[in-house]
């Protein structure tokens, strides 16, 4: 099993309601756990925040549904989703458990040693990758649900799955395939 870093957890909870948007920024502006807030109806249809203490981003949509991102780990995503949580239900009236699920993990491996990427394009064939150096320093592998960009480093990033043990399975058999061609 391949080691990864996960870089970012993003997903969204859902509220069965719509959200005032301009009534919530006034509201979060005097809350201390919220250290950022932005809303600017002209430039962009959404509420932005920054909750304390890390600064985790954390939009808030009139549809009533609200999208989490820059969280490190999942328990992290799901810290925050607690935290959203209690804000919103001092502020919304409300019974249920408001949905909340991933959309994305982006994670990162580092395979230990530098892979040359015009090779590994030739065996694996263009219809299979994207390399274009000149664009792009990374060889970029579409597979099924997912994307993992492969840098002459050895580094690999996958994104677009949203569970941590489907991750490091398209890592794993990504990884066998470069080591079967370099």
Known sequence: MTELEVANVVG???YQQELDLAALAETFDERDEITDV???PADN???QTRFAPDDTYVAFYRTGRCSIA???????FETMVDRVNAVMRELLDFEYEPAAEISNIVATSDLGSPIPLE???LELGMDAVEYEPEQFPALMYRGADHVIL???SGKLLCTGLTDLEAVSEAVDDFGGRIQAVV
Do not use: N
């Not at 820059?70 to 992290?76: P, Y």
């Open 12 to 14: 969204m909870i859902t």
């Open 38 to 40: 932005t809303y600017e």
């Open 45 to 47: 249809h959404w509420l």
């Open 70 to 76: 820059g969280c490190r780990s999942i328990e992290h």
């Open 119 to 121: 090779l590994l394009t």
């Open 150 to 152: 492969v840098f002459a």
